[in-house]
């Protein structure tokens, strides 16, 4: 199994990459800037697991300048937290997403800056106007959802609605499959959208 945010099959991941790169010219530098410490974070929360993606695998950028932040992307891996990471990481896998929160507790992992384009949403205008969050687990057993996860993703939106003065409503926090286009189906039917946008909104 893939992570949802995986190249393959689909080539739409694979062409939103080739635009990705030809629009920035950065191909496979693997000289991207120094990482400074991650951003993602909320008050009353802990710093995230800094774990980078492989330089091939987002577009380095300096959003919100120019490309302003207007929506956070909910997806599930379809893969475990350790595989996700593990795949983010590898040289040429040309997928990635900002956050991955593990199942069983919440635990938070960052693989891309949020100034920087991670490629998860298999639309290229999409992924520069949004943060992908990753949530351990598969689109067809319940067992995933843990209410540990959802409140840590909870307190995670709140924190990026705040920053980029993003609404906190479903146009602007939404489903992987309901990006235009694609051809992916996380976060599924077993998502429960009243209660995380209920904990999103608390949390606010
Ligand atoms: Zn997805």
Known sequence: MR???SPGPSRRHLLTGIAALAATGTACSGNATPSPAPTGTGPGYPQPQWVPAAATNYTPADRPDGHPVRMVIVHVTQETFPDT???FGRPGYRASAHYVVRSEDGHLAQCVRERDVAWHAGNAAYNWRSIGIEHEG???EPRWFTQALYERSAGLTAAICRRYGIPVDRRHIIGHDEVPGADHTDPGPLWDWA???RL????F
């Open 195 to 197: 209660r995380y946008m």
């Open 85 to 87: 990471l593990m795949l």
């Open 3 to 5: 992570p949802c945010c």
């Open 138 to 140: 598969r689109v067809d």
């Open 200 to 203: 999103v909104r608390a949390a």
